[in-house]
């Protein structure tokens, strides 16, 4: 016969304790081992070997040969790749900057307004559109804008010509001095949905007797929105800012499909140029250099992004106690 003894019962007037192994500590180390052997394997070897090509001179045949630091002493001086890294500080503004700032009034308009006069499904909803180019493969989104800022028959220029407006045609993407401006409206529209979720999340953890209390003062909406709204959801905006400039230091897809850094390199950024030194000129130790560089700015900047987030969750945190 079997007896089944629960925690806490008694068997012959003494109190018994039903005692659980512990596990041991080791056994986590197994479910963070595929996750690291795949970390190993796409990230850290491929940056080791695109670091050690970056102080060669290699054709892509042959055996490399070691030329030290010549490739990034050739960097530093290449007016192009400056040239390039300018370009992307304008897809920093165009792909953090102002998605972060009218994602962060938007959502709080959504979630403020037209979550409470109109109910939160219409909010969602509205989320929802302001997401979908977050979902569009940027491909399929180039080619759409490509179709659209065409300089013939494009959608724009079609639309300007009808309310009367031809003499504001261009070409906006055939331009030098549009072409540039042209990728960073599209790139605003494909990151928008991104902040927007992120803070109307983070609008949710916001303690709604706040609100209440300034409304009560008589604060209105702006009011509320700069001494409410802000302080607290400073670690969302951290995370987006972070985010958001790591994918603007990167981004190669869009302007592979709209211009192909052109007209005349007036789009061209670090990723696309360290392709094309890659694979059309075959420069593949130089091309090693400049991802090199690229990657370990993106590094510096993830770091002070992750640092800043840590103090505004802590001072959060102190806030709280």
């Given at each position: 016969m079997t007896?089944?003894?629960?925690?806490?019962?008694?068997?012959?007037?003494?109190?018994?304790?039903a005692v659980h192994p512990r596990p041991a500590r080791n056994s986590y180390a197994l479910f963070l081992l595929p996750g690291a052997l795949a970390f190993l394997a796409v990230i850290v070897v491929p940056f080791l070997m695109n670091?050690?090509?970056?102080f060669t001179d290699w054709q892509g045949v042959g055996s490399p040969e070691w030329s030290g630091l010549a490739n990034y002493r050739e960097l530093m001086g290449d007016a192009e790749f400056w040239e390039s890294f300018r370009h992307s500080l304008f897809m920093v503004v165009a792909m953090a900057a102002l998605p972060t700032a009218v994602g962060l009034v938007l959502a709080a308009a959504l979630f403020d307004h037209v979550g409470k006069h109109f109910g939160s499904r219409t909010a969602a909803v509205l989320r929802a559109c302001f997401y979908l180019p977050q979902v569009l493969p940027i491909a399929v989104a180039g080619i759409v804008?490509?179709?659209?800022?065409?300089?013939?028959?494009?959608?724009?220029?079609?639309?300007?010509?009808?309310?009367?407006?031809?003499?504001?045609?261009q070409d906006w993407l055939g331009d030098p001095d549009l072409a540039l401006y042209s990728v960073m409206g599209v790139m605003v529209w494909v990151q928008l949905g991104f902040p927007?979720?992120?803070?109307?999340?983070?609008?949710?953890r916001v303690d709604p007797q706040l609100y209440e209390?300034?409304?009560?003062?008589?604060?209105?909406?702006?009011?509320r929105f700069l001494h409410i709204t802000l302080p607290q959801i400073r670690p969302e905006i951290y995370v987006v800012l972070t985010w958001c400039t790591i994918a603007a230091l990167k981004v190669f897809g869009a302007v592979y499909v709209l211009t192909k850094g052109g007209p005349g390199g007036a789009?061209?950024?670090?990723?696309?140029?360290?392709?094309?030194?890659?694979?059309?000129?075959?420069q593949v130790g130089y091309g090693a250099a400049i991802s090199t560089v690229l990657t370990v700015i993106i590094l510096a900047l993830s770091l002070v992004g992750l640092r800043l987030q840590t103090r505004a969750e802590?001072?959060?945190?102190?806030?709280?106690?």
């Open positions: 007896v089944t003894v629960e925690r806490g019962g008694r068997v012959g007037g003494k109190q018994h304790r670091t050690w090509v970056g804008w490509s179709w659209i800022l065409a300089p013939d028959d494009g959608s724009l220029n079609e639309l300007l010509r009808a309310v009367g407006l031809g003499s504001w045609r927007l979720v992120v803070f109307m999340a983070g609008l949710e209390a300034a409304e009560l003062d008589g604060a209105g909406w702006w009011r789009t061209n950024v670090p990723s696309y140029f360290s392709f094309t030194t890659f694979f059309e000129k075959t802590d001072a959060e945190e102190g806030l709280r106690t």
